[in-house]
């Protein structure tokens, strides 16, 4: 009996597996070799395409998680891989490269940014993952992160480098703003502050087509001058934290009248 069990337990691990089920787990792969080379690019003195391999690993990351729910083969192991890559796309590579970029220079205080900055998203991180298990929730929740997600917080902190790649170094900031600016945003990440997330969402048809425009021009603009388009994405992104505050708590009062 022992035996049949154990022969139907080893044809199980041999039976074939869907190549759809590896597609998200690839491009988690792919996001962290992206992130991984641009800490290359880094050492190579290589700013913008520093830069633009943590652009591109937020995308890979951004698909990973759409086509695993999509094609429907999430599981745990893909969520903890991608939280791992993430650390490292978006915790150690922005900070390195911030690192080698400006704050050698600033003594301990710019090592002391990189260090809380990388924590922070670690901590960030691990509460997403635990958060992931928490089915008591109100289900219009789910339209908000808990604090500021780690790609957002990576782009964020790399804004002071898009700025000098698009307009030069006079907009350059200090080296010892930049390592205050690196442990606000780590601080950001770890808060309860509610950011607007799109899932959840849904829109009315007559949107769609001005949405596909929409994103067909985004897209143009990214190729056309990148760090020009990240830099207006990533300042409209900071100035809609307070709009999504404003929302989540909109949202709870209404609750609290039902």
Known sequence: MVEDTDKKMMAAKLKNIPITRLLPNILTILALCTGLTAMRFAFMGNWSNAALA???ASVFDILDGRVARLLGVTSKFGAELDSLADLINFGVAPSLVLYLWALQGTGSLGWIGVLVYVVCTATRLARFNTMLEDYVAPVWTKRY???????????IALLPLFLVIEFGPDYQI???VLAFWLIMVGVLMVTRLPTLSIKGHSIAPIWVAPIMAGACLLVAALITDPFLSLSVLTIAYILSLPYGWYCYRRQERLESLR
């Open 54 to 56: 943590i652009a591109i």
């Open 145 to 155: 992160f808990t604090g500021v997600p780690s790609p957002a917080g990576a782009g």
């Open 174 to 176: 200090p080296p010892l």
